[in-house]
């Protein structure tokens, strides 16, 4: 079955800096990968996508890229905030099913 | 918009004790999801509905059933409460596959099973 392996260990930054977040799968590569954000007892929220046919994506302070051949996607936030201290999930998923995998996130802590 | 609305958000069973969880969108989605989230473990899939009338396991559907009762409403049954089923559940739409497929999460259910 897939296996998505994201950082189980919290990530701290300093504020202003530049916060680097793995997402790491195994097996066959999915028709699109996204990013969620989820904040203590709240739902995950939506911020990103990219399909297997893009490199890079980005949103304001966001950024995402997807290297299908080293099945990876890395997620930045430039320029910190405290603010974006939060668990970030990634999830996959495939254009011949509905389902959607997610990895167990991590949690970024940014400090002022 | 209340977007995904899920009931109760707290619930303390004993086990062997039976509930339905209930979730409801007003997106128009066609796809709707059941999710449990443990410490460590992130959100493993449940059941998941791509159009209504239909349902699919996912990951860990052992224990549990589902109803996609209309477009609107899909609900998640313990018929034998566990505590092993002690969880968040979080139910989401989706309005599609391909590009537009961005999950909403409804607040999530906090289940204890004692």
């Known amino acids: 079955s897939q296996k998505i392996e994201q950082n189980s260990e919290a990530l701290n930054i300093q504020e202003g800096k530049t916060a680097t977040l793995t997402c790491n799968y195994t097996?066959?590569?999915?028709?699109?990968l996204q990013w969620y954000r989820q904040d203590p007892g709240r739902g995950p929220v939506f911020l990103l996508l990219?399909?297997?046919?893009?490199k890079e994506k980005r949103k304001e302070r966001l950024k995402v890229t997807f290297d299908t051949t080293l099945k990876q996607s890395l997620f930045h936030i430039t320029a910190s905030q405290p603010a974006d201290s939060a668990t970030y999930l990634c999830?996959?998923?495939?254009?011949?099913?509905?389902?959607?995998?997610f990895g167990s996130g991590t949690r970024l802590s940014i400090r002022p | 918009n209340a977007g995904v609305t899920q009931t109760p958000k707290f619930q303390v069973l004993k086990t062997g004790q039976s509930m339905t969880l209930q979730c409801a969108q007003d997106?128009?989605?066609?796809?709707m999801y059941w999710y449990r989230q443990d410490p460590g473990m992130g959100l493993r899939l449940i059941y998941y509905?791509?159009?209504?009338?239909?349902?699919d396991k996912g990951e860990v559907p052992n224990g549990y059933n589902v109803s996609r009762l209309n477009k609107r409403e899909f609900s998640l049954r313990l018929e034998s409460a566990a505590p092993s089923q002690t969880s968040v559940y979080f139910c989401?739409?989706?309005?599609?596959?391909?590009?537009?497929?961005?999950?909403?999460f409804g607040q999530g259910t906090r289940l204890t099973v004692v």
């Open positions: 509905s791509a159009s209504e009338g239909t349902t």
């Open positions: 989401a739409s989706i309005q599609g596959r391909g590009g537009n497929t961005e999950a909403f």
């Open positions: 999830a996959l998923g495939y254009s011949s099913a509905s389902k959607i995998i």
């Open positions: 990219i399909r297997e046919n893009e």
């Open positions: 097996n066959y590569s999915p028709a699109y």
């Open positions: 997106m128009n989605h066609n796809s």
